[in-house]
């Protein structure tokens, strides 16, 4: 059976403190590795796609990597409005989509 | 690009009553259309995935009479929570798919309180 384990649960930076959220799978067949940031009371924002092992993704201070078996995501010198839950999602072979629980981060001043 | 719209972004109505959720694609066509719920602290819930033209598929548990699907045209689907019940209140939210492609688009999302 899929499953998609992210880690921390919740992490807490000072700005310009900065740090890796991991998003560990395993799956039969891996069609795309997602990652989405969700504000409270809104719908998932799209950030990156990671298609195969190696690949790497950069957008301002984020940066994504994928290797066989899991997924960071780099988040350099943070301000405070990167604040956000982090979803990490996957789509297998099967074209099954699935969601990790998420990590909470928040960025302090 | 690939932007989604919800629409009403909330909405409260009475035990019993109806209720229509429209999702739309404003700038691409979505042969597939996904709808989520997501209760408080916890991740998204697939309910149904819907393909333009064809019915709806719905996860286990999921009782397809309650919720009804629509997937009229390959920029709207339409979610209907028939006789809803306080239980029914959560957060729903919509995805499109670029045919071809793999990444989901959301849209903003429309909370829902059933009184």
């Known amino acids: 059976e899929d499953q998609v384990t992210q880690s921390p649960e919740a992490l807490r930076l000072q700005e310009g403190e900065s740090s890796s959220l991991n998003c560990s799978y395993t799956v039969s067949g891996l069609r795309g590795l997602f990652w989405y940031r969700q504000d409270p009371g809104k719908g998932p924002e799209f950030l990156f796609t990671?298609?195969?092992a190696g690949e790497e993704k950069e957008k301002e201070r984020l940066k994504a990597t994928l290797t066989k078996k899991e997924s960071f995501l780099h988040i350099t010198a943070p301000k405070p409005e990167d604040s956000a839950t982090y979803l990490c999602a996957l789509t297998d072979s099967w074209g099954k989509f699935q969601f990790g629980a998420g990590t909470q981060v928040v960025v302090t001043p | 690009g690939a932007v989604v719209s919800q629409h009403p972004s909330w909405v409260i109505c009475k035990s019993g009553t109806s209720v229509k959720i429209e999702c739309r694609s404003l700038d691409f066509q979505a042969t597939t259309m996904f709808w989520y719920r997501q209760f408080p602290k916890q991740s998204l819930m697939l309910m149904a995935t819907?393909?333009?033209?064809?019915?709806?598929?719905?996860e286990q548990g999921v009782e397809k009479d309650k919720f009804l699907i629509n997937h009229a045209s390959l920029t709207l689907s339409t979610l209907t929570v028939t006789s809803a019940h306080p239980e029914d209140s959560s957060f729903y939210i919509c995805?499109?798919?670029?045919?071809?492609?793999?990444?989901?688009?959301f849209g903003p999302g429309t909370r829902l309180l059933v009184l």
């Open positions: 995805s499109g798919v670029l045919a071809g492609q793999e990444t989901q688009y």
């Open positions: 819907s393909n333009e033209g064809s019915k709806a598929t719905y």
């Open positions: 990671l298609y195969s």
